[in-house]
């Protein structure tokens, strides 16, 4: 038995019985056909890849000097046969690929509605999806369930069967809203509105994470992925109504403050508009929002403005604060002052007085 540093190799593989390879078995229709387009990939690509490397150990054993049977032509230096087998074998393998690549974009185009809740089950007409509204925060996530009137931090719980819509945005930072058994990867971005259509048809638990890189708790911004049947999704929306515990502009803003590895918070009720003034960048109270500002602009540019308040131009407000005001723009007494750091240390220039020194060499 093969031993590295007197581990034996033959033990290694049952060290991975515990792995998961969740993108390779998902529990959604989305991410089913994601891992399918994968697998179909992977399996055109390898129709070069293995007869390459299998003809390479041939030829280099037909051709190899020891062999007595080998054929030498000096004056070969072209074959038909052969660029045709060349040339058009990857030719067809990337018409293929470019095929399935334009009709999967289509397909699983996150802000395109489903058409089917599994292989050869199409959605129910007059199907009502969930409405599901995500807000990266730093170092959580939030879900607002607005049809329902509920909210969670950091736990998203599923009906199966159900198409959901989800909307995404992000208070601060460009964050990725990534459960790899629903669906791909989608960006939440400050001030913007993404969109997900997806399904899970499996009841289960997973977790889901940021795929992007967003600061010192990123590494434990994740979120419990909860897959229920109709009736448990039912009960678990009737728990968090009986909570009492309710979710308003004040406490979003508490929300918003960078905070780790918080734990799973449930909140019966939701203040209505949450969402629109996080995508809106105005939670903070008297902050005007962004669709009132570039409203205002709108008007102003086009020579009717009707008595708005003055507002800001200059970009977006901060989340939460007041916006620093340029260094440009401040009064002399409003800059300050600091201590000189390339003040000389002597009264006389350096080397002023030996210009051949070597303190004027190495220190100017």
Not at 300 to 328: F, I, N, Q, W, Y
């Amino acid at each position: 038995m093969i031993r590295v540093s007197g581990f034996p190799l033959a033990v290694l593989p049952f060290l991975l019985g515990g792995c998961d390879m969740v993108v390779m078995n998902p529990t959604g229709d989305i991410a089913l056909q994601q891992r399918n387009l994968i697998l179909f990939s992977v399996g055109v690509m390898l129709l070069i890849i293995v007869p390459v490397m299998a003809l390479t150990v041939l030829f280099a054993w037909r051709y190899r000097r020891g062999n007595p049977d080998k054929v030498y032509d000096p004056h070969f230096d072209h074959s038909t046969t052969l660029e045709l087998v060349i040339w058009s074998c990857p030719l067809l393998i990337i018409i293929a690929l470019s095929a399935v690549t334009w009709t999967s974009t289509h397909l699983l185009d996150p802000f395109r509605p489903l058409e089917r809740l599994a292989p050869g089950v199409p959605v129910p007409p007059d199907t009502k999806p969930l409405n599901v509204q995500v807000v990266a925060l730093d170092w959580k996530w939030l879900f607002i369930y607005p049809d329902l009137g509920v909210a969670t931090v950091n736990e998203l719980a599923l009906p199966v069967n159900v198409p959901v819509r989800f909307s995404i945005t992000s208070t601060d930072q460009f964050n990725t809203f990534y459960a790899p058994t629903l669906a791909g990867m989608i960006y939440a971005m400050p001030a913007m509105r993404s969109e997900l259509n997806a399904v899970l048809n499996k009841p289960g638990e997973s977790w889901g994470y940021s795929g992007n890189y967003s600061g010192r708790g990123y590494s434990d911004m994740r979120f419990k992925l909860r897959g229920v049947e109709g009736p448990d999704f039912e009960r678990w929306v009737a728990e968090l109504k009986a909570s009492g515990v309710g979710l308003a502009l004040p406490d979003l803003v508490e929300l918003v403050k960078p905070s780790e590895r918080v734990s799973v918070m449930r909140f019966a009720s939701v203040e209505e508009g949450l969402f629109d003034r996080a995508v809106n960048r105005c939670i903070e109270p008297g902050k005007p929002c962004m669709v009132d500002v570039m409203r205002r602009d709108m008007e102003t540019s086009a020579g009717h403005a009707h008595g708005l308040p003055d507002m800001p131009r200059c970009g977006p407000e901060p989340l939460v604060g007041d916006k620093p005001k340029p260094a440009l723009q401040r009064a002399p007494e409003e800059k300050g002052s600091g201590p000189n750091v390339t003040k000389p240390t002597q009264s006389d220039p350096p080397g002023g007085l030996e210009p051949g020194s070597a303190y004027n060499r190495d220190h100017q």
